[in-house]
């Protein structure tokens, strides 16, 4: 049972790179969300999508884009990376947004330079 | 003003003490509350969640005072494998009903 699994878990960017961060579930839940963890600050919702094909903006949307376009898999991408981007991500799913538990993934540590 | 507060600790305590955590939201129409756990470098994990008539499971209670917005989470008989962050949680009470996360409470149970 694999839950939700994040790809990669590392991952260090020049300023003006792109990447996509993966992010899927097999526990076919309907809501999954994006969030970033910085020292101080607690996890911050970037992006969330309530089901395949619907996907909004969260508290700090800005630099990131995402798509739903099954209800397995929620890609994060970053469009231009820059400084500001080191975090620690985690992907996040379940069945029916902030009333149920959420299942997180084991997160991806970003180093913008 | 921060949807969630939370006492950042950290919270350095012996092994079998008691310890409690209390943490505020400031939205009165939130209706989920959650206390999740979260290991050093790892993801939060859901501890419990926080029922207006307060819970127990174990040697955890929760307990929920909507009229003064505030959450508290109690410790009995700390262990070693205790020590860990944890996260209060509360819901936006929009219709995706999001997540607000705390910045979290760090405990240290010492041998």
């Known amino acids: 049972n694999a839950g939700v699994t994040q790809t990669p878990k590392f991952q260090v960017l020049k300023t003006g790179q792109s990447m996509t961060l993966q992010c899927a579930q097999d526990?076919?839940?309907?809501?999954m969300s994006w969030y970033r963890q910085d020292p101080g600050m607690g996890l911050r919702l970037i992006h969330y999508?309530?089901?395949?094909?619907?996907?909004d903006q969260g508290e700090v949307p800005n630099g990131y884009n995402v798509s739903r376009s099954t209800t397995e898999d929620f890609p994060l991408r970053l469009l231009s990376a820059a400084p500001s981007q080191t975090s620690v991500y985690f992907c996040?799913?379940?069945?029916?947004?902030?009333?149920?538990?959420?299942?997180f993934g084991q997160g991806t540590r970003l180093t913008v330079v | 003003r921060k949807e969630v507060e939370q006492d950042p600790g950290p919270f350095n305590v012996p092994e079998g003490a008691t310890v409690a955590f209390n943490c505020t939201y400031s939205?009165?129409?939130?209706?989920?509350f959650f206390w999740y756990r979260q290991d050093c470098r790892k993801e939060p994990k859901l501890l419990m969640s926080?029922?207006?008539s307060g819970n127990e499971d174990g040697r955890f209670t929760a307990q929920l005072n909507r009229a003064s917005q505030y959450i508290s989470l109690l410790i009995r008989d700390s262990k070693l494998s205790d020590s860990a962050t944890y996260l209060c949680?509360?819901?936006?009470?929009?219709?995706?009903?999001?997540?607000?996360f705390g910045t979290g409470t760090r405990l240290t149970v010492i041998p």
């Open positions: 996040a799913s379940s069945t029916g947004g902030g009333v149920t538990e959420a299942f």
């Open positions: 526990m076919n839940h309907e809501y």
């Open positions: 999508s309530v089901g395949a094909g619907i996907t």
């Open positions: 939205n009165s129409a939130s209706q989920s």
């Open positions: 926080v029922y207006s």
């Open positions: 949680v509360v819901d936006d009470q929009t219709g995706a009903n999001n997540l607000f």
